[in-house]
Every structure is written in structure tokens, then in C-alpha cells.
């Protein structure tokens, strides 16, 4: 069994920051990606960011504002949201591509339960 567990969603004026982190644990062989989805009321869920090995790839409208990294002894990854933007508001859910007792031989995507990130004055 993998689980993410994020945590770090806050409320915050426009022009602030937040990090999230997303902590996976369980059944893990091998971590393909691991990466950050959000999904605003009423709209779909989206890329904002993923990083394999060191790669790195980024939502348009969050480029030079926020940036992903990953601490692959703790399996960990982490979201810096600086100069963040009312429309950054939204649902941020974790996401893992990984290898795991479940599916030894092929990737599977797992989903954290989400950490609300709402910018307002």
C-alpha cells in the first residue's frame, strides 16, 4: 500500500509564499516522478510541476514563481510558491509514479487527499 500525505495548504495574501511537501510511504521500489496537480472549483485538475530524476517541468503561468524539488532519502517532494496569485487558489494534490509491491513491473500513478492554497486579501 503507498500513501502521500501533503501538508503546507494555508490561507495567503496575493504576493505571498507557501511550501507544500508531500511525504510517500509504503510498498515503494522505484520512484519514476513525483509531481504537483491542482484543481481550482469548478474547473479540471492540472499539471503545476513534476520532477523526474532531474528533470524538472512546470505549468506555464508558474514559471519563475515556483519551484519543485525532491529529497529522495526521505521520499519527499516539496512545492516553493513565491509571488503567489489569487488564481493560484485551488486544491494542490501530490502525485507519484512509482514502482511498488502492487506493480512491480510497470508505473503506477498514486494520489495524495489534496491541501487547499487559498490567496486572498
Known amino acids: 500500500q503507498v500513501q502521500l500525505v501533503e501538508s503546507g495548504g494555508d490561507l495567503v495574501q496575493p504576493g505571498g509564499s507557501l511550501r507544500l511537501s508531500c511525504v510517500a510511504s509504503?510498498?515503494?521500489?522505484?520512484?519514476?516522478?513525483m509531481g504537483w496537480y491542482r484543481q481550482a472549483p469548478g474547473k479540471q485538475r492540472d499539471l503545476v510541476a513534476a520532477?523526474?530524476?532531474?528533470?524538472?517541468n512546470y505549468a506555464d503561468s508558474v514559471k519563475d514563481r515556483f519551484t519543485i524539488s525532491r529529497d529522495n532519502a526521505k521520499n519527499t517532494v516539496y512545492l516553493q510558491m513565491n509571488s503567489l496569485r489569487p488564481e493560484d487558489t485551488a486544491v494542490y494534490y501530490c502525485?507519484?509514479?512509482?514502482?511498488?509491491?502492487?506493480?512491480?513491473?510497470?508505473?503506477?500513478?498514486?494520489w495524495g487527499k489534496g491541501t487547499l492554497v487559498t490567496v486572498s486579501s
Open positions: 520532477i523526474s530524476g532531474g528533470s524538472t
Open positions: 502525485n507519484l509514479n512509482a514502482l511498488s509491491s502492487a506493480s512491480p513491473w510497470y508505473g503506477v500513478d498514486y
Open positions: 509504503g510498498s515503494i521500489f522505484k520512484i519514476n516522478s
